[in-house]
């Protein structure tokens, strides 16, 4: 992360900045914005190579305002990375009066510029449909191809710019026979363009979802000619980008919401390319609900696998991206940690400035990322050889893709919601035990309340029957044997819930076998005395995650439920033993 020539519009700075008390005659001279907390540690740094830092001029809320030459922004940076193991630290401006504005905006109540999503659930066939696509040798390969053929990809020399061409033509190619998916630069007035991959959405294609990480690189010593291979800094995130793409368009996903799939220039010298996208969104009124920023993921550098940037991120989307990782990689023991990554320390930072949701999986804590970053010694080799740590983000960022744009792949059928229904998402009711809808509407969804089954998951609240009235087999593997994992109901004309209008039942399963597996659906028309009436026994489709579905009429009663029963072999009963059954209820209220 770094800088070189400063825009006319401030921009977010990551790891290439330098800074001198007083700057060369006749050189241009900026005006940066900085966290406070990083001033003594890198004027420490700076001293030790003869530097002086420049005095504040403003400081509040933990921002400081500094004039420095344009020529000292790299040693800046090194000393930021080396002193406090970031990656960033600061803004630059072409004024004073801009640095004392993004001052005041950084301590200014933070408006969004956009309407949040409903960070559900919902969509677990399709994303388990994604994340069984994913392998390893896809982003190995592409990592190996950045790293080894452009070994430097600096924003603005020529090798920095034939590295985009070459990833637009990978996308392209991937893309070739989609009318619905378009592949383009995104121009800068330097020489590396941006890229973009663009899936368009079926029923919501103005609310966007965006993924991406960077495709420049940098040798702190030597911007400009010396080796960065960067397979780690970041050919891994856009690696990690390029096989979510990929398994997209395998699996014939048609997401309900755009998706873009970015590839940003110029990071390392201070967010260029992103803070331009970002911006150029912002003034076009885009309304991106969500952004997911891949940047480093090849190096696990501690016990947790994720670190979660709690920093200029999104709470409400930190906390969706965390039930990703728990619900659809739930064999990851230690699965995350917060962390703080300082002002502004990679392209999510544009976001979040633009005023967009944004969050930011990182690959290790600050203290304990890949040593080897910024250097000729960012190489594949130091991984291994292998990509398999990159494997995890991935699957995390095809599960936010899925979950977040909703839709679906080819042969599944997606969340009714779309992304945006008015069917109820149930929570747990402690007297009757089980999810539950209180409230009338067009529908009720479980959400994730029933994903499991007993230990296996394990499943929250287990069993989920009716005061807890049926008990499930406790045999298995999550995601290798028998669970239900979701219940809802909904009218077919999206009116509400009254007795004599027919109801579309969904029940999504994981699947052992297409033939000895049976789903038993039942409805009861109370909930304080059931008597279960069987809808009908269903066969699943296919192996693993899939949704199942049946109709039938509402009877009279203002709270009635429904149950399925997933089962190994047995036989039609409303409650049974078996050691892979699971048995599940939803209740809901009716006119």
């Known amino acids: 992360m770094g800088m070189s020539k400063f825009g006319p519009i401030a921009v977010w700075l990551a790891c290439a900045t330098s800074a001198y008390a007083e700057a060369p005659a006749k050189e241009k001279e900026v005006w940066i914005t900085i966290g406070t907390d990083a001033l003594s540690p890198v004027r420490t740094s700076l001293k030790g190579q003869g530097l002086t830092l420049a005095t504040p001029t403003f400081e509040k809320g933990g921002v400081a305002v500094l004039r420095v030459s344009e020529s000292q922004v790299e040693k800046l940076s090194g000393a930021m990375h080396s002193a406090l193991n970031r990656c960033a630290g600061f803004i630059a401006h072409d004024s004073e009066a801009e640095a004392m504005a993004a001052v005041e905006a950084a301590n200014a109540p933070r408006s969004v510029n956009t309407t949040l999503a409903s960070y559900t659930l919902n969509n677990g066939a399709t994303v388990n449909a994604l994340l069984g696509e994913i392998q390893e040798i896809n982003i190995r390969n592409t990592i190996n191809s950045l790293s080894t053929n452009w070994t430097n990809r600096y924003y603005n020399v020529q090798n920095g710019a034939d590295a985009s061409t070459w990833l637009k033509n990978q996308w392209t190619t991937l893309a070739a026979g989609r009318s619905d998916i378009k592949v383009e630069f995104f121009t800068h007035s330097w020489k590396q363009s941006s890229v973009i991959a663009t899936i368009q959405g079926t029923t919501l294609p103005n609310e966007v979802v965006v993924i991406g990480g960077h495709l420049d690189s940098i040798n702190q010593s030597n911007p400009t000619t010396g080796v960065a291979p960067g397979a780690d800094d970041d050919a891994s995130g856009v690696a990690s980008v390029t096989e979510i793409f990929r398994v997209a368009v395998a699996k014939g996903y048609k997401p309900a919401r755009t998706v873009k799939f970015m590839a940003y220039a110029g990071e390392e010298v201070g967010l260029y390319g ?124 095809a599960s936010f893709l899925a979950e977040l ?187």
């Open 274 to 397: 992103s803070k331009a996208i970002a911006n150029s969104f912002k003034n076009s009124a885009v309304n991106v609900v969500g952004v997911m920023q891949l940047d480093m993921t090849n190096y696990k550098g501690s016990s947790y696998h994720f670190g979660i940037v709690s920093d200029n991120t999104n709470a409400q989307l930190n906390a969706f991206t965390k039930s990703l990782i728990t619900t659809y990689q739930p064999e990851l023991k230690d699965p995350y940690i917060d962390i703080s990554c300082g002002y502004g320390c990679s392209d999510h930072a544009s976001w979040h400035a633009a005023g967009y949701p944004a969050t930011m999986p990182f690959e290790a804590t600050m203290t304990t990322d890949n040593p080897k970053i910024h250097t000729a010694n960012d190489t594949l080799s130091f991984t291994a050889g292998s990509a398999s740590n990159s494997v995890k983000f991935a699957k995390l960022g």
């Open 405 to 591: 744009a909703k839709g679906a792949t080819t042969g599944i059928t997606p969340p009714s919601d779309g992304g945006g229904s008015s069917a109820t998402i149930a929570t747990y009711d402690s007297t009757y035990k089980a999810p539950r809808c209180a409230a009338v509407g067009t529908g009720c969804d479980s959400g994730t309340l029933l994903s499991g089954r007993a230990t296996v998951g394990p499943e929250k609240s287990a069993p989920n029957t009716i005061n807890s009235s049926c008990a499930d087999g406790i045999k298995g593997t999550y995601f290798t044997d028998e669970s239900n994992e979701r219940i809802k109901v909904s009218t077919a004309d999206g009116t509400n819930l009254a007795a004599g209008k027919t109801v579309t039942v969904e029940a999504t399963v994981f699947a052992y076998s297409t033939s000895t597996d049976k789903l038993d659906l039942y409805y009861s028309a109370s909930v304080t005395s059931p008597s279960w009436k069987l809808i009908g026994t269903y066969s699943p489709p296919a192996k693993g995650q899939t949704t199942i579905s049946a109709t039938y009429a509402l009877p009279t009663g203002s709270v009635q439920a429904v149950r399925a029963r997933f089962r190994y072999n047995g036989s039609e009963v409303a409650c049974g033993a078996g050691d892979y059954t699971d048995h599940d209820d939803l209740i809901f209220a009716v006119q």
